[in-house]
C-alpha cells in the first residue's frame, strides 16, 4: 500500500518541503529538495536521527557543566536514553575541545565530544 | 602586565571581538588588547551549546563553544591580550578608555584605534510591555540558556515560551530535554519567525506546540508565576475577545528580539542609526568618530555567526592600519637636545618630514665662550650628520646652521639629534 507524506527537510537552514511517497518501510519516490535531502528523506522513513548536544557534569571546573555533541546523528528514539546515559557522567577537569566524552555510547556506534576546554577552577 | 597604551584595544571577547583582535595581528598591528566583562573569552557562543555554527567559515557544524574555541585558540597563539572581569566604564572620543574589574582595578588606557564589540542584549519584559502581575519566573530565553547550559540551574519545570525565533525554539528544546514541560510557543505574527528547521527539530520532534497570531495577555500569579492568559491576535495584533486561555506555567520565557549595545558607544560620541540601533559605519567599519570601529552585533544584528566574524575581521583589519599611521605620526617629530657646551636650540624638535622639501634652520646660543676657530655639529645616534666650521662662538651671539636636505634618509632613523660646539 503506497501512501504520500510531506515532511520538512532539516538537512541545512533552507527547510525545504519534500513529498515522500513510501510503501511501507520503503520509501518510492521523493520530490521537492536537493540530493542531501532525498538521503534525509530515505533516513527519515526507515532510522531516524538528530545530533544531540547537551552538557555533561564537570569536577573542579571553572564551569559545573562541559557542553558535549554527538559526533553523528544519533537514532531519535534512544534520545531520552541518551540522555540518562549523559546525567551519570561526572568527569573531572580540564579536558580539552574535541576529546572523546564517552566512546560509542549506548553501542550506538556514536561518541560524545567536548565542545570546548574546560580548564581546572580555582 | 597591561601597558598604558595600545594599538587597537578590543571591547568585549565574543565572536565579533575574537576576529577583530586576531585580523588587526594579522595587519601588524603590535599591540592588541581585549577587554571583556565575563570570567572568560567567547562571549555568548559558550552558553550556545547547540550546533549548527561555522558551515560558512569551517565549513564543518559545530556547537557554539566550538566554534568560540577556535578563535580563543588563534588570538592567544598571536598573542592578544586579554583583560577579564573587567568592565570599561568610558570611551573617550580621543580614544581613552577607562575600565574597572575586581581584580584589575581602576585602568585608564590609550588606544591608537578601538574596536567597538559589545554584541546586543535581550528584549526583555518592560520593552514589550507584557500587562499583568510582576512575579518571579519570567526571564529572557539568553538568561534561561546561561543558567541552563553554564551554571547548572533550572529556572523552572513548566514553561511558557514567547516568540518563535531561533533562540526560543531551541530552549524550548532544550529545556525539555532537561525534563521540564513546554506547554507551548507564543508568536505574534502570523508565520514562524526562527528557521524551519528549528520549528522540526525542536518543536515537532517534542510535541511542543505552537500557536501563531497569539500572545501574552497578562501574567498572573502571587510571589511566582502560575499561569499566563494568552490570547489570539488579528493582523494588526489587536487582541480577538474570547479567544482567551489560561495556560498554568511556572515561567515565561522572552525571546521577542535583540537590540545592539551601544552605550559606551554614544560615550564616546559615536553616532547611532535610529533604525538598527548601531552605528554608522563606513565599508571599513569605521564610525563617524576617527579611530573608533565597530563590528558584529553590536553594529546590526546578525542571522549568522560567520557573518560577525567576517565584520569582526575587517573591522580588526581596518584598526590595525589606522593604528599604524598614528605610530608613524607619534614617531615623526624627532627631540633636538643641546650637547655639553650649548644652552639652547631653536626649534626644539623637528619634523623628519621637513626635510623633504628644504633645509631645516637651527640656531642655538653656547654656554662658555671659545675664542678659537670652532666646529658646530649635529649628531644622530653618535654619528655625525652635517658640521659648520666658525671662527669663534660666544654666548652673545647665536649661531645658525641648517641640517641639510641631503640628511633625510639618515634623520628617519634617529631617535634625537644632538648639536654641541668643540674646539677645531
Known amino acids: 500500500m503506497e501512501e504520500k507524506m510531506k515532511i520538512l527537510c532539516i538537512t541545512c537552514p533552507k527547510g525545504c518541503s519534500l513529498e515522500v511517497t513510501r510503501d511501507g518501510q520503503t520509501v518510492v519516490e521523493v520530490k521537492g529538495g536537493c540530493k542531501r ?60 575541545m574535541g576529546s572523546i566524552i564517552a566512546e560509542n555510547i549506548l553501542d550506538s556506534g556514536v561518541n560524545i565530544i567536548a565542545s570546548r576546554n574546560m580548564n581546572a577552577g580555582v | 602586565m597591561i601597558k598604558s597604551k595600545y594599538d587597537v584595544v578590543i571591547i568585549g571577547a565574543g565572536p565579533g571581538g575574537l576576529a577583530a583582535a586576531i585580523a588587526a595581528k594579522q595587519q601588524g598591528a603590535q599591540d592588541v588588547l581585549i577587554i571583556e566583562r565575563d570570567l572568560e573569552l567567547g562571549g555568548i557562543l559558550q552558553q550556545c551549546i547547540h550546533n549548527g555554527f561555522g558551515l560558512e567559515t569551517f565549513k564543518e557544524d559545530l556547537p557554539g563553544p566550538s566554534y568560540a574555541q577556535h578563535f580563543i585558540n588563534d588570538a592567544l597563539a598571536l598573542n592578544v591580550e586579554t583583560l577579564l572581569d573587567t568592565m570599561v566604564l568610558d570611551i573617550t572620543p580621543q580614544r581613552r578608555i577607562y575600565a574597572s574589574g575586581a581584580r584589575s582595578g581602576f585602568l585608564e588606557i590609550d588606544a591608537r584605534a578601538i574596536v567597538l ?47 518563535s525565533g531561533d533562540i526560543g525554539m531551541i530552549m524550548a528544546r532544550r529545556l525539555t530535554l532537561e525534563g521540564a514541560q513546554v506547554e507551548g510557543v507564543l508568536e505574534v505574527m502570523p508565520f514562524l519567525t526562527g528557521l524551519t528547521r528549528n520549528y522540526v527539530q525542536c518543536l515537532m520532534d517534542f510535541d511542543i506546540p505552537l500557536h501563531l497570531s497569539h500572545t501574552v495577555k497578562r501574567v498572573i500569579g502571587r510571589g511566582r508565576v502560575e499561569s499566563i492568559e494568552s490570547v489570539q491576535v488579528d493582523e494588526k495584533w489587536n487582541p480577538i475577545a474570547g479567544s482567551e486561555k489560561i495556560i498554568p506555567c511556572d515561567t515565561l520565557l522572552l525571546s521577542v528580539g535583540l537590540i ?12 547611532i542609526d535610529p533604525i538598527t540601533g548601531g552605528p554608522f559605519v563606513d565599508d571599513r567599519f569605521e564610525t563617524n568618530v576617527p579611530g573608533i570601529f565597530a563590528a558584529g552585533n553590536v553594529v546590526h ?40 657646551n650649548v644652552r639652547y636650540i631653536v626649534p626644539q624638535t623637528i619634523d623628519r618630514e621637513s626635510l623633504a622639501t628644504g633645509n631645516v634652520r637651527m640656531q642655538l ?13 649635529i649628531r644622530g645616534n653618535d654619528n655625525l650628520i652635517t658640521r659648520k666650521g666658525e671662527l669663534y662662538a660666544r654666548p652673545g651671539e647665536i649661531i645658525t646652521l641648517e641640517i641639510p636636505m641631503k640628511a633625510y634618509d ?3 632613523l634617529v631617535d634625537e639629534l644632538v648639536i654641541d660646539v668643540v674646539k677645531r
Not at chain 2, 143 to 162: D, F
Not at chain 2, 318 to 328: D, K, N, T, V
Open chain 1, 37 to 96: 535531502g532525498h538521503e534525509y528523506a530515505q533516513r527519515e522513513m526507515t532510522d531516524p536521527r538528530r545530533m544531540v548536544a547537551t552538557t555533561v557534569k564537570v569536577k573542579n571546573g571553572v564551569h559545573p557543566l562541559l557542553p558535549v555533541y554527538t559526533s553523528e546523528p544519533f537514532p531519535k528514539a534512544r534520545i531520552p536514553a541518551l540522555m540518562a546515559t549523559l546525567r551519570e557522567i561526572n568527569i573531572d577537569a580540564p579536558i580539552e
Open chain 2, 117 to 163: 564589540a559589545m554584541g546586543c542584549r535581550e528584549r526583555t519584559r518592560a520593552q514589550i510591555r507584557i500587562p499583568g502581575m510582576r512575579p518571579s519566573g519570567v526571564f529572557t530565553a539568553g538568561t534561561a540558556q546561561r543558567w541552563v547550559n553554564v551554571e547548572g540551574y533550572m529556572p523552572g519545570k513548566r514553561y511558557v515560551v514567547l516568540g
Open chain 2, 260 to 271: 545592539p549595545e551601544n552605550e559606551l558607544s554614544k560615550k564616546a560620541g559615536v553616532l
Open chain 2, 301 to 340: 544584528v546578525y542571522d549568522l555567526v560567520d557573518w560577525v566574524s567576517e565584520a569582526g575581521r575587517q573591522a580588526g583589519d581596518s584598526a590595525a592600519r589606522f593604528a599604524l599611521i598614528e605610530r608613524r605620526k607619534e614617531t615623526r617629530h624627532v627631540p633636538v637636545k643641546p650637547g655639553p
Open chain 2, 365 to 377: 646660543r653656547v654656554r662658555q665662550p671659545i675664542e678659537s676657530p670652532v666646529w658646530v655639529e
Open chain 2, 410 to 412: 639618515e634623520v628617519q
